[in-house]
């Protein structure tokens, strides 16, 4: 992820914030605590370099959020020029503690892959390009291990161990479609000397998609050689420099993943913290119980896919999230229907866990199944986003114990709400962005108090999923004209201040 971007508070802990501050959670932060910033290459809503977008999909502005929950949430919408020259599709086939609380970590063994299939027996073409690649890819899909490995120069060892690991992460996270996307000089030509941009697009965590549509995509760097009248990958640059230039590289790419499944909650995390999966695993598992709650009505709740990071991970991981030091886990989605969550494990503490992972999920559920036509995010619904994840994270708590009514109450007893409404959420300081968080989690229960539950979700659909304005979801969602809607939240904030 690329662009200007700004660290955000935990609640307030009444402390100045210095403007170019590093923001820890700390001791006394709240769990469950979330901030957005939306943002282009900056505030001015410029377009952001560097992400990659499937060159088949419509060129333009892709939406894609990621929402960062325990500390600050990060969105980023993506305008991204891609490749000029055409591309080729591949065919792929069917298809002792740690002073925070927790557990010393121990290795755990990876959950079983999925069972494997007969590879096709159809001859493969490995003269060409596209024919190596698209084997290479079949291979995964139907289970054949050494098909898989083919691709891999036998001259390079340390190649063929990261095609190895690579294989066993990807059958244990799932794989349900994979395919490569290669410039259509080097499908029908010759690849040159240096390396050459591939596009690989996927389905992880069981779910069903194919090339048309709710597939994600990620690039990678691969070099080719010839020899004995047939291509080989002879290195992936990409690993090579420690991902440093790679563009957005999802955890499987870039790390061995330790994979365990209950139910619809996938946790991956590399050997150095397999230890935590079961108690992230069981967390997860328990938020279920309240977040699949908010699935749209008649649709199925999503599979939750957890990766589990420590601060190396957190520097490489979606083109390094180190930058942001007070996150304790983001949620981004790479389509509609495969949204993942990163937690920071060696900034969450054991008791921050349950509602951070709420939060996330929250986020989850509420974009699931988003239309895949590349669309704006509308900043103006970024009330709506934050203040559903909390709704959600809170679920059975009374209102009056929300930990952002002091500096909410603060907020509006000094003025400095306008009045106007939708909420603008503000990050220009610790206490602002704490205020006008909670401020978005209180008019979505104002929302759910007065125009019911289901009402109030029909509101939030409209809004983060069709980027409908506020005026057009009231009247649909609501029955009532948006100025109607606003002067009774604005009389329910001031009384909420006094």
Request: charged share 20%.
């Amino acid at each position: 992820m690329t662009g200007q971007t700004f660290n955000d508070p935990p609640p307030s802990r009444d402390l100045p914030l210095p403007p170019t501050a590093t923001m820890d959670p700390g001791p006394d932060a709240r769990p469950g605590a979330c901030f957005r910033v939306c943002s282009g290459a900056g505030p001015d809503n410029s377009a952001a370099a560097g992400v990659t977008v499937d060159p088949d999909r419509d060129v333009g502005t892709r939406r894609m959020q990621a929402w960062i929950g325990g500390c600050v949430l990060v969105c980023i919408a993506v305008l991204v020029t891609i490749l000029t020259a055409a591309i080729a599709s591949v065919p792929t086939g069917t298809g002792g503690g740690d002073g925070r609380g927790w557990p010393a970590s121990s290795s755990a063994a990876p959950s079983s892959a999925p069972s494997s299939a007969s590879s096709s027996a159809a001859p493969v073409d490995r003269t060409r390009v596209d024919g190596l690649l698209g084997a290479h890819a079949a291979a995964l899909l139907s289970g054949d291990e050494a098909g898989w490995l083919d691709v891999a120069d036998p001259t390079r060892p340390d190649v063929v161990a990261w095609y190895r690991q690579l294989y066993s992460t990807l059958r244990a996270l799932q794989v349900t479609w994979f395919e490569y996307r290669v410039p259509r000089e080097i499908a029908d030509g010759r690849p040159g000397p240096r390396p050459e941009q591939v596009f690989l697009r996927y389905c992880l965590g069981g779910v069903a998609c194919d090339w048309r549509s709710h597939h994600a995509v990620t690039g990678l760097r691969l070099q080719f050689i010839e020899r004995d009248g047939r291509w080989f990958v002879t290195d992936v640059p990409d690993r090579a420099d420690g991902w440093n230039t790679a563009v957005d590289p999802p955890p499987w790419l870039v790390d061995p993943l330790q994979v365990h499944r209950q139910g619809s909650v996938i946790v991956a995390a590399p050997a150095a913290l397999a230890g935590r999966s079961s108690a992230v695993l069981a967390a997860a598992v328990r938020a279920t119980a309240v977040v699949d709650r908010y699935t749209r009505p008649a649709a199925t709740p999503p599979t939750y896919l957890i990766y589990l990071a420590g601060a190396a991970q957190w520097s490489t991981w979606h083109d390094g999230l180190g930058r942001y030091d007070a996150i304790l886990g983001v949620a981004v989605p790479m389509s509609s229907i495969q949204i993942a969550v990163v937690l920071r494990m060696d900034r969450i503490d054991p008791d921050e866990l349950d509602a951070t992972l709420r939060h996330e999920m929250g986020h989850v559920v509420t974009l699931f199944g988003e239309p895949d036509s590349p669309t704006s995010p509308n900043p103006a619904n970024d009330w709506a986003g934050e203040g559903i994840a909390e709704y959600i994270s809170r679920t059975g708590l009374p209102r009056a114990t929300y930990p952002r009514l002091r500096s909410v109450r603060a907020y509006l007893r000094a003025g400095r709400w306008d009045g106007a409404l939708p909420i603008h959420i503000n990050t220009t300081d610790r206490q602002t962005a704490d205020a006008t968080y909670g401020l978005g989690y209180l008019v979505i229960g104002y929302l759910a108090d007065t125009y019911g539950e289901p009402a109030m979700l029909r509101l939030v659909d409209d809004l983060l999923r069709n980027g409908a304005s506020v005026t057009d979801a009231a009247r649909t969602a609501l029955g009532h004209d948006w100025p109607i809607v606003a002067a009774g939240i604005a009389a329910y904030l001031r009384q909420v201040a006094r």
